[in-house]
């Protein structure tokens, strides 16, 4: 089979090509020499299935990043027949090292000038014929966003693969580079032979925005403003969505499930109404407003905001031992945590990105949104509820902050901050649904795998051994929680929502499936019983404990092998746990000793 | 010819042109892989508040830095090239 990989610098438009090559047949894969996942995808171009595989993004061959690093890795140990090298049309005159690098290596390459569309609204103009002569390898314009272009990249691409033959990895990559010097000088000739530049560049819109976004004083009350109507607006158009989720929920329960299952035994039907149904049609009924708070989320990357809430925010978090990119991470831990994780890979220094993973799991992911919306809902007047909400991402930011300020004596670094600011960008429509059709794809994987495991084991639990009132003392789950009922109890929660925070040490998305089948109810019913079993200064207790004590199960796993330190993981847990048993304490006895 | 100073004394609005890069091989490479090379013209745009990052534009590349890291980019007014003074 034939191999083709994907390489520039990040930002350049590499996945939105590879989105539109692959479609969406995508799978995370481990190739040799490389410890991380890449993304890989077999497509058909010509007669043959070529094995495509995205590389992280890099600045230079040369470059110390674990991305750079990566790369590197993979070029000495996997064969390859063709690199695709993509760049960002409005940067070649200094993007333009990248392909010349490869040039060097004598790896068979081809050069796709991408957001050609940029491009030309600027007024540059590229002679890519020119450029390919003197380069010595085919060049082409294209827009992998819009399109334009892009069947005759894919055209010079399978051409280029019919005649191809595999290049083994290459041995001493970094040995075979020349140096800088020549590649100065040949860079210039080819940027002046075959580029144009306009000669007077308009005040663009980014430029004109900026100024205001950017603003000294204004910029960082804007963007907080801006967050917090986005999360008005997920609630808006979520909470009807997930009525809608409910109801056709519950009209498939008493009109499918219940007359099929009408003559089987008490046990199964238990199990499966009770258990797998109402735990994962909980779960589900969230689906709507985490797949719209991803487009959101989304949006917000694409339109380059985030960059700038780097440049607005570096200020403080330099004094917390981080930077700008940190925050940015942080806000992407919103969404989920994990590749909050992974993108701290474009950091160069270990103790900012041990310190920055460090706090990342304090980042209230949208998982542990669900269980706080479903708890608030419950028990806080409709009134009070986004206060509470609130609350807790205040709170997610101060562990976050308090973590830094403590470790940062232990992970000091001198990593110079420089990002680059993009043009502000729109998606498009199609972007956002592929963007949100992936989201409830990955609700649809975990659900048909660990949350309904997990609601299948918190059912067995409450259930068995046979015979004994349901989610009772006796049962397996009351005798578990009582194990922990020293260590919880002072926090205020009870033994059947320590099942719950057991099981939410894998997921929290089991959280409320697992409530639903200990209370075996779900919709109104769950949230009144819910209301009847704790106050609210329990239940505020327990999502302190939700928020801090530690994200997931993927999460660990993600610390673990970013870090390649199991002590650095389990460290960060127990340092969470602590924080959390901690924090619940202070708030719980606190309040009750204040008469609440 | 003029001396050469820190691109962090520029002003927002001002112009240099890039002379010498004061840092380790390692950021060298990522400087001059996004586009801070010497010989080139570079603006200072803009300047976050509370001694944070700077706004520079390089071509058509708008890149943010610290003004600490600022300090050890040696810039010339336009036509001169000199060395920095420190
Ligand atoms: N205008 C324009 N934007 C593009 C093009 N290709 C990608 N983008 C946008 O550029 C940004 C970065 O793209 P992405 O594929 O995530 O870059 P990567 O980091 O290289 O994988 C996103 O906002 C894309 O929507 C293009 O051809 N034209």
């Known amino acids: 089979m034939k191999r083709m990989a994907l390489v520039g610098m990040p930002n350049t438009g590499k996945s939105t090509f590879f989105n539109r090559l692959t479609g969406a047949g995508a799978r995370v ?33 040369h470059g110390f990043t674990e991305d750079e690093r990566v790369v590197r890795h993979f070029l000495e140990n996997n064969p390859v027949d063709l690199v695709a090298i993509i760049l960002n049309a409005s940067q070649i005159d200094h993007q333009i090292a990248i392909a010349l690098q490869f040039k060097q290596l004598g790896i068979p390459a081809i050069l796709l000038l991408n957001m050609s569309d940029e491009a030309e609204k600027l007024g540059i103009r590229i002679d890519t014929r020119r450029m390919s ?112 989720v409910e109801w056709l929920l519950g009209m498939i329960d008493q009109n499918v499930l219940e007359p099929f299952l009408a003559t089987s035994p008490g046990w199964l039907h238990g199990l499966v109404v009770d258990g797998i149904y109402n735990g994962v049609g909980t779960v589900a009924s969230f689906v709507p407003i985490i797949v719209l708070f991803f487009l959101f989320m989304a ?83 409709p009134k009070h509820a986004p206060l509470v909400l609130f609350s807790l991402y205040l709170m997610s930011f101060a562990t976050a902050i308090l973590t830094a300020l403590l470790f940062k004596r232990k992970f000091t670094s001198i990593e110079p901050f420089v990002l680059e600011l993009p043009p502000y960008r729109l998606p498009t429509l199609m972007q956002l649904w592929l963007r949100g059709w992936q989201e409830v794809m990955h609700f649809l ?37 009582n194990w922990f009922a020293p260590v919880l109890a002072p926090l205020g929660i009870d033994t059947q929502m320590t099942i719950a925070l057991l099981f939410g040490f894998v ?10 089948v200990i209370h075996g109810m779900e919709g109104n019913a769950l949230t009144q019983q819910i209301a009847i079993s704790m106050d609210w200064v329990q239940a505020y207790s327990f999502m302190l404990f939700t928020l801090i004590y530690t994200p997931c199960l993927s999460t660990i796993a993600t610390l673990r092998s970013e870090s390649r330190s199991n002590l650095y993981a389990w460290g960060t847990v127990a340092w969470s746990l602590g924080l959390a048993w901690g924090v619940s304490f202070v708030f719980y006895q606190g309040a009750r000793a204040l008469g609440y | 010819m003029s001396q050469s100073i820190p691109l962090a004394e520029l002003k927002p609005g001002q112009n240099g042109i890039i002379a010498r890069l004061k840092v380790d091989e390692a950021l060298y490479q990522r400087l001059t892989a996004m586009g801070l090379r010497i010989g080139r013209p570079i603006r200072v745009i803009r300047r976050a508040a509370l001694s944070g990052p700077i706004q520079v534009r390089v071509g058509l590349t708008d890149l943010i830095l610290r003004r600490a890291d600022a300090l050890n980019i040696c810039i010339t007014p336009p036509p001169n090239n000199t060395d920095c003074y420190t």
């Not at chain 1, 960059?307 to 990119?325: E, N």
């Open chain 1, 29 to 61: 894969g481990n190739w040799p020499g490389v410890t991380v996942d890449l993304l890989g995808a077999k497509i058909l171009l010509g007669g043959h299935m070529v094995e495509l595989v995205d590389l992280p993004g890099l600045y230079d061959l």
């Open chain 1, 133 to 244: 002569e003197t380069l010595g390898m085919p060049v082409m314009a294209l827009s992998a966003k819009f399109g334009k272009g892009f069947s005759e990249a894919r055209q010079a691409i399978t051409g280029m693969l019919e005649i191809s033959e595999q290049r083994p990895g290459l041995e001493d990559l970094k040995g075979k580079l020349a140096q800088d010097d020549q590649m100065e000088t040949q860079m210039r000739t080819i940027i002046s032979q075959s580029v144009q530049y306009p000669r007077m560049l308009a005040e663009s819109f980014t430029a004109r925005l900026d100024r205001l976004l950017l603003h000294p004083w204004l910029g960082l009350p804007i963007f907080f403003g801006v967050m917090y109507l986005l999360f008005q607006g997920i609630f808006l158009l979520g909470a009807p969505l997930q009525d809608a």
């Open chain 1, 299 to 381: 949006v917000i990357e694409d339109t380059g905001y985030l960059s700038r809430a780097a440049f607005l925010m570096d200020a403080l978090m330099s004094r917390l031992g981080l930077d700008g990119r940190s925050f940015v991470m942080l806000l992407m831990g919103f969404g989920c945590n994990v590749p909050a994780l992974m993108g701290t890979r474009v950091m160069r220094s270990r103790a900012l990105r041990l310190l920055t993973m460090m706090v990342i799991p304090f980042s209230l992911c949208s998982a542990r949104l669900q269980v706080f919306i479903f708890i608030t809902a419950a028990l806080f007047p």
């Open chain 1, 445 to 481: 994987r975990r659900a048909s795998t660990f949350i309904v495991i997990g609601v299948v084991l918190v059912w067995a639990l409450t259930h068995l051994p046979p015979g004994i009132p349901e989610a009772s003392a006796q049962s397996f789950a009351g005798i578990l929680g």
């Open chain 1, 507 to 516: 997921a929290k998305e089991i959280v409320v499936g697992a409530l639903a």
